[in-house]
């Protein structure tokens, strides 16, 4: 596919995820990380006029001076912004005019990737597809997190399929000590924190062939799992006590039968599906009550070719640091990874709400321990 078609291809599914909102549904935001529909749809658009049209498309205006104030999510040398929390208080611009920028920004960019673009652009626009491609992932998920705090549980589509069964018979795969490597190779199209491949020494491991279960996570629960203080770190412990955590996001008990949200509306619980929402301490916690262990990402990596993976992103019990050789960016763009490199998990593998072409063995993606608003899961080592 070449780069103008796929550029349009990314920008017409955003919209189309859109498709079936209410225009009262574009402003929320119940928590400071989850971003309001209508933010992500302006903040995408604003990443092509900021990094490529307002330097490589001569004579070219701006559709609005303020949008960059709006729009901006943290790149500091970009300037100041809007207050993360504060993304759900912005009625205006309307939606309506939103959707006017992007037009604004897509007619150009299609004018400029059509004009014989230099390579600096086309690699330029390949980063903005797959920044897109991050944010549709976050506004699907973004999405069922607005509709499942709402008290009605509405249905945004019943003919999402977030969930399925692992039919295979479940095996623990072994793998052999020895040095292997990790990272991106290869001239497709990758992150940053991708990059340094470079050598491991694993010493001899097995890998669960399946995801854990909602049937498994329901027998934690039963046995007490959110009740024993042994099983969990101590900032996860007082994680769950502070919240009263005591299953899954969007988990629902209804006169003693758990059920659960999802884009198709409130449904009893399916046992036999991967569990899903789940924050790295209780997936650490499950590991511990069942015995086992996350993997570390460079486990995951390398036995990732023996299993299915790419129903939920994985926890793994690595800390989201640089690979040797790690070199941020020059400029802006040297603020897309690299400042996130503490504090936070990696997760391997990708997720129903991925998008195509986006999934990869070597992503890595990184969030704090408590999250659990995306489709995350678990899968153990031993």
Known sequence: MDITAFFLQTRTHTKNLCKPLEIEDYVVQPIVDVSPPKWHLGHTTWFFEEFILKKHLIDYTVFDPNFSYIFNSYYESIGKRVVRADRGNLSRPSVNKVYEYREFVTLHMEALLNNNPSKEIVQLTEIGIH???????????DIKYILGNNPLLPIYDASFKEHSTEDHKQEWLSLPEGIYEIGHLGEEFCYDNEL??????????????????????????????????????????????????ESPLHWHQINGEWH????????????????THISYFEAFAFAQWKGCRLPTEFEWEIAAPKFKWGARWEWTESAYLPYP???????????????????????RGSSVATPNYHARITYRNFFQTNLRWQYTGIRLAQ
Do not use: C
């Not at 659960?260 to 569990?275: A, D």
């Not at 050789?325 to 503490?342: H, S, T």
């Open 196 to 245: 340094g491949r470079h050598k491991v020494y694993l010493s001899p491991y097995s890998i669960s062939n399946k995801l854990v279960t909602n049937q498994e996570y329901l027998e934690f629960i039963n046995d007490g799992g959110y009740e024993r203080f042994d099983l969990w770190h101590s900032e996860g412990w007082e994680w769950i006590k502070t919240n009263k955590i």
């Open 325 to 347: 050789q790690y070199k941020k960016a020059d400029g802006a763009l040297g603020e897309y990874n690299g400042k996130f490199m503490v504090n936070q998990k990696v997760l």
């Open 260 to 275: 659960h949200y999802t884009l198709g509306g409130l449904n009893k619980l399916e046992r036999e599906h991967p569990v």
């Open 131 to 141: 920044h897109e491609k991050q944010h549709q992932e976050l506004l699907l998920t």
